[in-house]
């Protein structure tokens, strides 16, 4: 079984820069591929970032060249930097481990004036 719980979401100005933390019950070497989904209200859950094998990370369109995914393996901890923020990226986060059906609580993120 595995667990992930999200932290980090909040209130953000457009053009801000929050990041999410995930942190994981067990190795993220063994429970790769890794995402960062997301929910806004009325929508679909998005794929957002996701993490595989080896060093490559497929991002969005939406979010490319602004958000970034990374891990740390001996921490159990996987991350999301969200740089340049606009108000359509307003949305509930979540952490997933697909492989496992794996999912975090989510976490809140808004970006507004």
């Known amino acids: 079984q595995v667990q992930l719980v999200e932290s980090g979401g909040g209130l953000v100005q457009p053009g801000g820069s929050l990041r999410l933390s995930c942190a994981a019950s067990r190795s993220i070497f063994s429970i790769i591929p890794m995402g960062w989904y997301r929910q806004a209200p009325g929508k679909e859950r998005e794929l957002v970032a996701l993490m595989g094998s080896g060093t490559s990370t497929m991002y969005a369109d939406s979010v490319k060249g602004r958000f970034t995914m990374s891990g740390d393996n001996a921490k159990k901890m996987v991350y999301l930097q969200m740089n340049s923020l606009k108000p359509e990226d307003t949305a509930v986060y979540y952490c997933?481990?697909?492989?496992?059906?794996?999912w975090g609580q989510g976490t809140q993120v808004t970006v507004s004036s």
């Open positions: 997933g481990a697909p492989a496992y059906g794996a």
